[in-house]
């Protein structure tokens, strides 16, 4: 049995997936493989990876039901130690998995940062900063400080919160969960992969994210982790600024948020507590520019 499944949903995706899977096999340790659900392509995808002979890698098939679908199908079909995550279309750097598998001797979930990349010309190198354990948490509270399919982790834990939900952020949802649940999140500095980014991306489009910030059981799961890390269930704060309520009752939760953030966050370390705080200062300032234009713009529908 492997003892890391690396676990990769595909959609349509001819142009990168042989680059993507390729990447993958160089760099998986001896007892590792990778497992491919094509989720009902209508293009070349399954051809492409036809052409790949390796016996670590094995092939899915089935109709589209989307990325938390075929996620959950991915765990489904394997039963390693530890499963990682690798989209279609990235590019994985040398040693990732070694590294990563490494620091989950000490955490229930590992990711890094990544070199964003616009499929041509120089990676463009990201700021050397991980994120640990205790500060983790506090991250979640103001973004999604990492990337998909970056993640590497422990299987009992992934299983414990039961896996991936069909919502519009299935990763950020699961990070939520798995934090809740007190499982160790880290980020290691180093990058992992060449992150393709491009126009098509879901997460580049307004309606995704409005959909997102006001998905009721990511909400839920924010609310969760709020309780744990600052002792109330607040609201997302992106979900605040475009919540139907008056604007003084948003800058009074706002301000709650903040106070109970800061006061939280005095028990890290202290270059983690400056990280954070930077963080929830810029979170901050974007969260009262939007709730001054809503009401700008409801004062001007209003005359």
Same mark, same amino acid.
């Given at each position: 049995?492997?003892?890391?499944?690396?676990?990769?949903?595909?959609?349509?995706?001819?142009?990168?997936?042989?680059?993507? !899977?390729?990447?993958?096999? +160089?760099?998986?340790?001896?007892?590792?493989?990778?497992?491919?659900?094509?989720?009902?392509?209508?293009?070349?995808?399954?051809?492409?990876?036809?052409?790949?002979?390796?016996?670590?890698?094995?092939?899915?098939?089935?109709?589209?039901?989307?990325?938390?679908?075929?996620?959950?199908?991915?765990?489904?079909?394997?039963?390693?130690?530890?499963?990682?995550?690798?989209?279609?279309?990235?590019?994985?750097?040398?040693?990732?998995?070694?590294?990563?598998?490494?620091?989950?001797?000490? &955490?229930?979930?590992?990711?890094?940062?990544?070199?964003? /990349?616009?499929?041509?010309?120089?990676?463009?190198?990201?700021?050397?900063?991980?994120?640990?354990?205790?500060?983790?948490?506090?991250?979640?509270?103001?973004?999604?400080?990492? &990337?998909?399919?970056?993640? *590497?982790?422990?299987?009992?834990?992934?299983?414990? !919160?039961?896996?991936?939900?069909?919502?519009?952020?299935?990763?950020?949802?699961? /990070?939520?969960?798995?934090?809740?649940?007190?499982?160790?999140?880290?980020?290691?500095?180093?990058?992992?992969?060449?992150?393709?980014?491009?126009?098509?991306?879901?997460?580049?489009?307004?309606?995704?994210?409005?959909?997102? /910030?006001?998905?009721?059981?990511?909400?839920?799961?924010?609310?969760?982790?709020? *309780?744990?890390?600052?002792? *109330?269930?607040?609201?997302?704060?992106?979900?605040?600024?475009?919540?139907?309520?008056?604007?003084?009752?948003?800058?009074?939760?706002?301000?709650?948020?903040?106070?109970?953030?800061?006061?939280? *966050?005095?028990?890290?370390?202290?270059?983690?507590?400056?990280?954070?705080?930077? +963080?929830?200062? +810029?979170?901050?300032? /974007?969260?009262?520019?939007?709730?001054?234009? &809503?009401?700008?713009?409801?004062?001007?529908?209003?005359?």
């Amino acid at each position: 049995m492997p003892r890391l499944s690396v676990l990769m949903p595909a959609f349509d995706a001819a142009p990168t997936i042989d680059r993507a !899977v390729r990447s993958t096999l +160089r760099d998986l340790p001896a007892d590792a493989e990778l497992v491919v659900q094509d989720d009902g392509s209508s293009d070349g995808t399954l051809a492409a990876l036809e052409r790949i002979d390796d016996p670590r890698l094995r092939v899915l098939t089935g109709p589209n039901r989307g990325v938390a679908r075929a996620l959950n199908a991915l765990l489904d079909a394997s039963a390693s130690e530890f499963v990682a995550r690798m989209d279609a279309d990235d590019v994985v750097l040398p040693g990732r998995f070694r590294r990563q598998l490494r620091a989950l001797k000490t &955490a229930d979930a590992v990711f890094t940062t990544v070199a964003s /990349w616009h499929g041509a010309g120089v990676p463009r190198p990201p700021w050397p900063s991980g994120i640990g354990t205790a500060s983790f948490p506090f991250h979640l509270l103001l973004t999604n400080p990492v &990337a998909h399919s970056t993640m *590497a982790a422990r299987r009992s834990a992934v299983e414990a !919160v039961r896996g991936y939900r069909v919502v519009p952020s299935e990763d950020y949802d699961l /990070w939520l969960r798995l934090a809740s649940s007190g499982a160790r999140l880290r980020r290691l500095a180093a990058p992992s992969l060449l992150y393709r980014v491009h126009p098509g991306q879901v997460t580049s489009a307004e309606g995704w994210r409005l959909r997102s /910030w006001n998905d009721e059981r990511t909400q839920a799961a924010f609310a969760e982790l709020s *309780a744990r890390v600052l002792g *109330a269930p607040l609201p997302r704060l992106t979900a605040l600024a475009v919540a139907p309520l008056p604007a003084e009752e948003k800058a009074a939760c706002l301000d709650e948020f903040e106070r109970r953030f800061r006061c939280a *966050a005095s028990r890290l370390r202290p270059a983690d507590r400056a990280a954070v705080l930077r +963080r929830l200062a +810029r979170r901050a300032a /974007w969260c009262r520019e939007r709730i001054r234009a &809503a009401a700008d713009e409801r004062a001007e529908a209003a005359s």
